[in-house]
């Protein structure tokens, strides 16, 4: 499908149920030769998997995809970036700041590792704007209820920030993902409003049970539900009025760029839950837009 057809199917999804756009809050814009690296660890995982290929539906520079996903009508989005180790969130956050400016429909998004002075270049960047976190417990491979990361959680829960977290334990298990390591962080900090990434894949109902818990805590949609994750991680019938009751809690999300099709299959994956026009409305819209002050 060409880009002018895709965004005319995507626009028609919205126009539909009339939303004004939509808010995706789990897109990745980072560095260029960051990402790069990710997607040649995209690349790299049909052979690692024997047989799951990814590929990358858009491949493109970094002006070409600012440029998609307004045309799908994303009114405001994120630059989910991550480290993978000490000594690398700061120059992460530093290119964030600069493209969150030159990028006006982009929610200004930080990162952070379990390390020294954590704490304080997280309170610069909420200073500095931040409207959103991204973590990775896979990736960083850091236990979520660490020492060295109870004080900024603290941090993060006072200023009600909101913070995108990947502690699923999709698409590849890590020593620390799962709905127990981040459930001793809420535990601690019940007021954290933490967004569950994935609806947290493969546990979902683990992490439905979480958010059921602590009115806080959200989950996003990102590759759920679709043909892709279905095959690998189906998502349980019986947690469907679940879904229903935590309507005002659930927030799309794509992973655009990094997913392997279209974008309009993530809407169209949601829209076949048969939940209704009213929850496609607040998770595609209304909830990010209340979250954010939109
Ligand atoms: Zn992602």
């Not at 005319?8 to 960051?34: I, K, N, S």
């Not at 309170?123 to 491979?141: C, M, P």
């Not at 829960?157 to 981040?182: D, F, N």
Request: charged share 25%.
């Amino acid at each position: 499908m060409d880009t002018a057809d895709e965004a005319a199917e995507v626009r028609r999804f919205w126009q539909r149920l009339g939303l004004p756009g939509l808010v995706d809050v789990h897109t990745h814009f980072m560095p260029e030769r960051v990402l790069h690296k990710v997607w040649g660890y995209f690349d790299s995982l049909g052979p690692l998997t024997g047989g799951v290929e990814w590929p990358i539906t858009y491949r493109a520079e970094e002006a070409e995809r600012v440029a998609v996903i307004r045309g799908l009508g994303v009114r405001a989005f994120t630059s989910m970036l991550y480290p993978h180790k000490a000594e690398m969130a700061e120059w992460l956050n530093g290119w964030a700041v600069d493209f969150a400016r030159r990028t006006p429909d982009c929610l200004h998004t930080s990162t952070f590792f379990p390390e020294p002075g954590v704490q304080s270049y997280v309170r610069e960047a909420i200073e500095a704007g931040t409207r959103v976190f991204k973590a990775h417990v896979q990736v960083g491979a850091y236990d979520p209820a660490d020492e060295a990361l109870d004080a900024t959680w603290g941090l993060l829960a006072e200023a009600a920030t909101p913070v995108v977290i990947h502690c699923g334990s999709g698409p590849m298990p890590g020593k620390y993902t799962g709905p127990e390591p981040i459930g001793r962080v809420l535990a601690r900090h019940p007021r954290l409003r933490l967004i569950i990434a994935h609806m947290g894949l493969p546990e979902y109902e683990d992490f439905l049970d979480l958010a059921e818990r602590y009115d806080e805590v959200r989950l996003d949609t990102t590759m759920a539900f679709t043909d892709f994750s279905e095959r690998m991680a189906p998502f349980p019938r019986r947690a469907l009025p679940r879904l229903a009751g935590l309507g005002d809690r659930i927030l799309l999300g794509s992973d655009f760029p990094n997913i392997p099709y279209p974008y309009a299959h993530q809407l169209a994956a949601l829209e076949r839950l048969e939940l209704g026009d009213e929850w496609l409305r607040g998770v595609c819209h209304d909830n990010g837009a209340r979250l954010f002050g939109l």
